[in-house]
């Protein structure tokens, strides 16, 4: 399963943007990376995915290094309500969707 | 919008018993996708199934099986249940589509609780 890096924890102060890095290193070219978000006691929520170019939606942006080795989510203003693990997952062809252990965010009011 | 649907919410089994989860995808995806939630654990994939056909397989354990029916639905079966089984189960679908990437939704989860 391909595998990705994140670290453990991170803190942000309210309304400040927030930078999530993701290693994915053996990243192959068709792979996906998707990033989820998790509160306690709830199913992880789809935040955002993509391939090679920059994404942006309504919760966040994607920014994706030019050798794909590499991924950050951008929250632009964190929120209380952004507290949550985070998980960058990679979609391998078929149907595969391995989660590692994801960065815990808190965020500081 | 109709979401991934996952019953029953709360299960308690004693050990050695057996369980089983339901799970409704969200209508007209073809993909379904187990995982097993620990306490304080991360989300460790089970298995999947495309149109009716196991795809992938992960951390399952051979007390389990699982299968996908006519219409999308999903069951997990767990049999000699054990203290360890004892997790947040999330169903999970997606509608197959290679060249924009599968995005998986989550429904809310079953507790099973094993006493």
């Known amino acids: 399963d391909a595998k990705t890096t994140q670290p453990n924890s991170m803190e942000s102060n309210e309304e400040e943007p927030v930078h999530l890095p993701c290693n994915h290193s053996?990243?192959?070219?068709?792979?996906?990376i998707h990033w989820y978000r998790q509160l306690p006691s709830q199913g992880p929520e789809y935040v955002i995915h993509g391939l090679t170019s920059n994404v942006n939606n309504r919760m966040a942006s994607l920014a994706i290094a030019e050798d794909r080795k590499s991924s950050t989510l951008i929250l632009h203003r964190a929120t209380l309500r952004d507290a949550a693990v985070y998980y960058c997952?990679?979609?391998?062809?078929?149907?595969?969707?391995?989660f590692g252990t994801g960065t815990s965010l808190t965020v500081i009011p | 919008a109709a979401g991934v649907i996952q019953s029953p919410r709360h299960l308690i089994k004693e050990k050695r018993e057996t369980a089983t989860l339901k799970c409704y995808p969200i209508?007209?995806?073809?993909?379904v996708y187990w995982y097993q939630q620990g306490p304080g654990q991360d989300p460790q994939f089970l298995i999947s199934?495309?149109?009716?056909?196991?795809?992938d397989k992960g951390s399952i354990p051979d007390r389990f099986s699982a299968q996908q029916f006519s219409d999308y639905h999903s069951e997990l079966n767990m049999s000699s249940l054990e203290l360890g089984d004892s997790a947040l189960y999330f169903c999970?679908?997606?509608?197959?589509?290679?060249?924009?990437?599968?995005?998986?939704?989550f429904g809310e989860g079953s507790w099973l609780t094993v006493v």
């Open positions: 199934f495309y149109e009716k056909m196991q795809s």
């Open positions: 999970a679908s997606s509608l197959m589509e290679k060249i924009s990437g599968n995005t998986i939704y």
């Open positions: 997952t990679l979609s391998t062809t078929g149907n595969q969707f391995y």
């Open positions: 209508p007209r995806h073809d993909t």
């Open positions: 053996t990243i192959s070219g068709t792979d996906y």
